[in-house]
């Protein structure tokens, strides 16, 4: 602990004990989709950070200060990102912007981010490649969640050939590209890559191709929602049952939908299922906060919890929220969440444990096989 | 023969989704841009019906009365005023859309909402593995046809809607009540499209837009008809095709936007569109 | 050529210091605007900078969905497709080629030409003869699906779903991007403004009323539309262009449907047609949104969705609508409008009437379907003959007068005017051919006023300044007579609208007469006329034909009025041509006797 720290620390406590004279809060900005296609998770997003920012704040907050939330609305795309980064920065003066978004959402409020100088640390999974020196992310990329699916079906099932299906945007397009890359590394044959507009519903056409190919395994990669639900709904229609993995789905939608459901594989860093203290922790802590009001934990929502946690060390490392100090502390700084140990220390993103998962008939996913500390490769090399 | 099935299905639910508008457009002379969300309203009703454990099918009739007496109020408040204007017709019935959305967002909540499955798996038909369900909306679709076509040619409102459709002011003359037929089908026209919502749920997902992603293709498909009942069922055929064609083999992404563009083209080259056949 | 000695109409020495007071109008309050922009970033913070820099950019847009919609009557969802491909050109050009001057120069250009040149092609696309306000409505919901598809399978060259973010941009801080999107937008709404006011911007409300009545007065709607949605989709990619400077970032959804409807709702609720409603109401709206929504996503757009419908359905005019009305109760508010004067001007010299006939019909024959409607037509038709056609009802004179000056019917055999085919050709080309059709019920422009129909009656002779108003319309005599005999010159500020039954066929045939057409078609121009109007109306053609030698054919039921002013009757009779003779011969026949005997007509 260095010596400025420790001063820090002794300020803070002196802060703690005498609250009158305790500092304005540090504001954490999260733009977020709480409409649009991203409403169906964003609830659960917000309700993490809500306990981080609780739990941190019942603790004496970060240097003395407590924190605070301003959550804003960006409508799950650019023009409402516009306004909501505008509106956080510029408005609510945030020290910090922490948030789930969709990547059209991300790039939009980039600019914002450099203009106003704030640090960002992205939560959600995405397709990759997003460098900008105030850009820190702490959730999967492809060469992270891909791997373990194409292993286990080489492996287990002696998958050769594949057929993958996308909808037609960046991070459809970007996943199947690395999984195809990978498949192909690996000896693996695709015999098929189909898409469909991110919009598109009718996946007839696809489904026939699907037959014809006679694959020994899927893989899909759709955007979330809508298009996810839809694609499944057919294949189990048209009475597909080969090997499936979904990399869009998640637990809950998976819980969701019911049978159509079942034995679908899919790979995330995080699941409810994950057996550590931290997550029996983390899960208690927020059924004891929410109760029946409670969204399920995610893969999207767990991120944002920890970045909280992430955000407040390096707060503290830096002996103050000025971005030059934070940014330069945030890629050396850990936290031991729900997730495992998380640093974005790899170009500024975080190697990753990931799980894959199958779903069961009741919706629960179990829990096939664990891969520890899985690196994200070369995201941003320019970035250190 | 797989594509044939697809050719086939595809055609039926094009059909299906936009037979309500066909209804509306033909008699009132009017868009009904708010055909999504009723669509949407139906797939709703199929959730409410699922909730409160009815069988699933029997959604569909409920859907029906649902849509068709909604589509009845929207017809007096907001359809009424604008038969002289209708391209603000157009954009009032769009805001329409918009509105039903959001109120079903705030009462269901933004989350995509799963019913039972009508007709689950796939069954073998002239040596293909096919699905179930979609012979099921293939079946519907007939039916649905007829029956259309049995009040348009045989019932006493049908005569009076195809007096309305050729000549208004004439009809008026002859003393056909005009604002009763047009209010009544209006209702018809949202109930049909509701009850395409409640076929769509085994297809699609049920979330608060999703109708919008129908409404351009059934609108058209409506367009090129030119308010013809059969000139639809032909339309939903060759454009059907086109789509399901142009995705097996071109791209699926040009599929989905080949039957706005061809239909756009088509009514370039031949303003009647597919009518004149 | 005009003469001043000649002038006729009201306004007096008096009123001419008005026109000039309210042409610099526009150019103060701009200057007003301009200023008071300038130094808006001085006192804003960021945050109202940041959101208003863009608000003002959809606000320019806004004004060119309101020159489609609100003044030309074409209901556009598409200039956001437009904006869209503006944008998207700039953020590649600057990806990929860089940011120096020159290259910026080559993306502002990109930005402007790649929309415009898709407006052109989309402009074809929806405007042809016949074609329907509801096509061309559809044309433009398909475009932005269209556009938006092309983003999305870009791949990495348009970015796809996630857009191009991270280009370089013009060197320019927050300040100076609202400076500069002030500026574009005032510049855009100064030019929409003094375009709307000139004698060109009457066209547009012209075409929005009557498209047809335009054609026939030998201008070419179609051209204007075409020309207008080109034009406007180069402003839109401009607006691109700055949209994505200032932003730094593009993404699909600036090019979408769902965008395009936006701004449709934005200028309906600021007040279509008004130019000053739909900025105002989008820079309110979206401002408003950028603080509301973030706190009620859903209730926003509740909200902002039933304002919409009701505005539609009870205030069609928007928001603006009330602030006309509040004004126009004031004291002030009241101003007659600009009027011009009406100045004769000498007439064309005759056609020679020597030798050709100036009128050919062969063989003419029509039918829909197995119903035949006109067979076996052979007539000729010269300089200064004045000839009636009649017969009872359903004989198929309207049809025929428009076969004559509609090249693009389906008929068989052949029509010529002046020896020039007219096969294919469009009423405008005809009417260009020397050719003026005065409709059964009269077809003027409603919204316009009486001189600004004359005006526009002159426009294919005079061409309409696109800037200013012109001070005089020159008129021929001829239509100056039938003007001065219907007391219609004493009227000129009058709506069109307002106009009686009468003076509504009065104005019509003036408007007709001031294309100082070869050959005059004619149909019922006396139907529901008192009998002064008849006398009247029949005493200009007379003059016409008689002492200018011109041709004119005339549909009409009077047998007293047809006797009185006809050269030659020819008598149309189930289709076919009965008879064709001269006053005498055909009034004395037993065959007219036969058909007007009976209850052939009512």
Redesign the interface.
């Known amino acids: 602990m260095s010596k400025r720290h420790l001063i820090g620390a002794a300020a803070a406590l002196v802060l703690a004990v005498s609250p009158a004279r305790a500092e304005d809060p540090i504001v954490i900005g999260v733009p977020v989709g709480?409409?649009g296609a991203n409403?169906?998770v964003a609830p659960s997003v917000v309700q993490s950070a809500e306990l981080a920012v609780e739990e941190i704040n019942a603790k004496g907050g970060v240097l003395g200060r407590q924190l605070k939330l301003e959550?804003?609305?960006d409508?799950s795309?650019?023009?409402?990102a516009?306004?909501?980064f505008?509106?956080l920065?510029?408005?609510k003066k945030v020290d910090v912007l922490i948030s789930m978004e969709?990547?059209?959402a991300?790039?939009?409020g980039?600019?914002?981010v450099t203009?106003g100088r704030t640090p960002y640390i992205y939560t959600s999974f995405y397709?990759g490649r997003s460098c900008?020196k105030n850009l820190f992310v702490n959730a999967w990329v492809p060469e992270q969640q891909v791997p373990p699916v194409v292993d286990a079906f080489a492996k287990e099932k002696g998958a050769k050939t594949y057929f993958l299906i996308g909808s037609?945007?960046?991070?459809g397009?970007g996943m199947l590209a690395f999984t195809r890359q990978y498949i192909e590394k690996t000896g693996g044959k695709i015999v098929g890559e189909?898409?469909?507009?991110?919009?598109?519903?009718?996946w007839?056409?696809?489904i026939?191709?699907l037959?014809?190919a006679k694959p020994d395994a899927l893989i899909t990669s759709t955007a979330g929602?809508?298009?996810n639900?839809?694609l499944t709904?057919?294949l189990?229609?048209?009475?597909v049952s080969l090997p499936y993995a979904n990399l869009a789905v998640d637990e809950g939608?998976a819980k969701?939908?019911?049978?159509?459901a079942e034995g679908i594989y899919l790979s995330a860093s995080y699941v409810t299922g994950v057996d550590s203290a931290e997550n029996k922790a983390f899960l208690a802590a927020m059924e004891k906060k929410f109760g029946a009001g409670l969204k399920t934990p995610n893969d999207l929502s767990v991120p944002q919890y920890e970045a909280i946690y992430l955000y407040k060390a390096a707060v503290e490392k830096a002996g103050g929220t000025e971005t030059a100090k934070v940014l330069e502390a945030l890629p050396t700084v850990s936290f031991i969440g729900p997730r495992g140990t998380i640093s974005m220390n790899k170009q500024h993103h975080a190697p990753l444990t990931m799980y894959l998962g199958q779903v069961q008939g009741d919706g629960s996913v179990k829990v096939i096989s664990a891969f520890k500390d899985v690196d994200p490769g070369e995201q941003c090399p320019k970035l250190k | 023969m797989l594509l044939i099935l697809d050719v086939l299905t595809t055609a039926a639910i094009l059909f299906v989704t936009s037979i309500g508008l066909l209804a509306i457009f033909g008699v009132l002379k009017i868009i009904n841009f708010a055909h999504g969300a009723w669509i949407t309203i139906g797939a709703y009703c199929a959730v409410v019906a699922a909730k409160l454990g009815l069988n699933p099918w029997a959604a569909a009739p409920l859907a029906f009365v649902v849509g068709a007496a909604l589509g009845g109020l929207a017809e007096l408040f907001i359809i009424r005023p604008l038969y002289r204007r209708p391209l603000d017709a157009i954009l009032a019935t769009w805001g329409l859309g918009i509105v039903i959305g959001q109120l079903i967002t705030l009462g269901f909540g933004r989350d995509v909402q799963f019913t039972p499955n009508l007709l689950p798996g796939a069954v073998q038909l002239l040596g293909v593995d096919y699905s179930a369900y979609r012979l099921v909306a293939l079946g519907a679709a007939l039916v649905i046809g007829a029956a259309f076509a049995f009040t348009i040619e045989g019932t006493r409102l049908g005569l009076s809607a195809r007096a309305v459709i050729m000549n208004e002011a004439l009809a008026r003359g002859l003393g056909i009540d005009t604002a009763r037929v047009r209010f009544v089908t209006f209702m018809i026209g949202a109930g049909l499209a509701s009850l395409a919502g409640v076929l769509l749920t085994p297809l699609a997902s049920v979330d608060p837009n999703m109708g919008v992603g129908w409404l351009i293709g059934a609108f058209m498909l409506v367009m090129v008809s030119n308010a013809s009942f059969l000139a639809l069922a032909a339309a939903c055929l060759v454009f059907g095709a086109a789509q399901v064609l142009i995705s097996a083999f071109v791209s699926p992404i040009f599929g989905s936007i080949a039957i706005a563009v061809l239909a756009a083209v088509t009514l370039r080259i031949s303003p009647k569109g597919f009518s004149r056949a | 050529m005009p003469e001043d000695a000649s002038a006729i109409g009201l306004s007096g020495s008096a009123e001419r210091g008005r026109p000039r007071l309210s042409r610099a109008a526009p150019f103060v309050v701009a200057a007003l605007a301009a200023a008071a922009l300038w130094a808006a970033p001085l006192v804003l913070d960021a945050f109202a900078v940041n959101v208003l820099t863009r608000s003002m950019i959809y606000a320019t847009l806004a004004v060119t969905v309101d020159l489609l919609w609100g003044f030309t009557g074409i209901l556009t969802f598409g200039q956001a497709a437009f904006f869209g491909v503006g944008a998207y050109a700039t953020a590649m050009a600057l990806s990929y080629l860089g940011a120096t001057p020159e290259w910026m120069a080559v993306a502002l250009a990109l930005a402007v030409v790649a929309p415009a040149a898709l407006g052109l092609a989309v402009g074809w696309l929806s405007f042809y003869h016949r074609s329907t306000a509801l096509y061309a409505s559809v044309i433009s919901l398909v475009l932005p699906i269209v556009v938006t598809q092309l983003i999305y399978s870009g791949g990495e060259w348009t970015g796809s779903s996630s857009g191009l973010v991270g280009f370089e941009v013009l060197p320019l801080e927050l300040e100076g991007f609202f400076r500069l999107s002030a500026f574009a937008l005032v510049a855009a709404t100064l030019a929409a403004w003094v375009f709307v006011r000139s004698d060109a911007g009457r066209a547009l409300v012209a075409v929005r009323d009557n498209d047809a009545r335009c054609a026939y007065l030998g201008l070419s709607p179609k051209r204007l539309q075409i020309a207008l949605t080109a034009a406007l989709a180069g402003v839109a990619g401009l607006a691109g262009f700055i949209f994505a400077n200032a932003s730094s970032v593009v993404a699909p959804e600036n090019a979408g449907f769902l965008f395009g409807t936006e701004l449709v709702i934005w200028v309906a609720l600021g007040g279509r047609g008004t130019l000053l409603g739909p900025v105002l109401g989008t820079v309110a709206i979206d401002y408003l949104a950028a603080n509301l929504s973030g706190d009620l996503p859903f209730l926003w757009q509740l909200l902002l969705g039933a304002t919409f419908v009701a505005v539609i359905i009870l205030l069609p005019g928007g928001l603006a609508e009330i602030a006309r009305r509040v004004w126009s109760a004031l004291p002030i508010g009241r101003s007659a409008g600009f009027t011009p004067r009406l100045v004769a001007r000498s007439s064309r010299p005759a056609a020679d009437g020597a030798g050709a006939p100036l009128l050919t019909i062969e063989g003419l024959a029509k039918s829909y379907g197995s119903l035949t409607v006109l067979e076996n037509i052979d007539l000729e038709v010269r300089a200064g003959e004045l000839v009636s056609l009649v017969g009872p009802n359903g004989a198929g004179k309207t049809t025929l007068m428009r076969c004559l000056s509609d090249g693009t019917e389906p008929f068989k055999g052949a029509v010529s005017i002046g020896g020039v085919s007219t096969a294919g050709l469009t009423p405008n080309r005809i009417v260009a051919l020397g050719v003026g059709r005065k409709f059964q019920v009269a077809s003027v422009f409603e919204s316009l006023t009486v001189a600004d129909c004359l005006l526009l009656a002159r426009a294919s002779h005079d061409g309409l300044s696109p800037i200013g108003r012109a001070e005089t319309i020159g008129l021929p005599q001829a239509a100056l007579n039938v003007l001065r005999m219907t007391g219609l010159d004493r009227m000129l500020a009058e709506p069109a609208r307002l106009l009686s039954h009468g003076q509504k066929q009065a104005l019509e045939l003036a408007m007709v007469v001031a294309l100082e057409p070869r050959l005059i078609l004619l149909d019922e121009p006396t139907a529901g006329l008192t009998k002064a109007e008849r006398t009247t109306i029949g005493a200009a053609l007379k003059a016409l034909t008689g002492e200018l030698g011109v041709a004119a054919v005339l549909v009409e039921h009077d047998l007293d009025f047809v006797r009185e002013i006809s050269s030659r009757i020819v008598v149309l009779h189930q289709g076919r041509l009965a008879l064709d003779g001269t006053v005498e011969e055909v009034v004395g026949s037993e065959l007219v006797r036969t058909i007007y005997s009976g209850a052939a007509h009512g």
């Open positions: 709480l409409s409403s169906v959550v804003a609305d409508a795309g650019a023009a409402g516009q306004k909501a505008d509106s920065i510029y408005q969709t990547s059209a991300r790039n939009a980039l600019p914002a203009k397709e900008n037609d945007y960046a991070f397009r189909e898409y469909l507009p991110m919009d598109g519903s009718d007839t056409a696809i026939s191709k037959k014809e929602g809508a298009p639900v839809t709904k057919q189990r229609g048209a009475g939608t969701s939908m019911g049978a159509d």
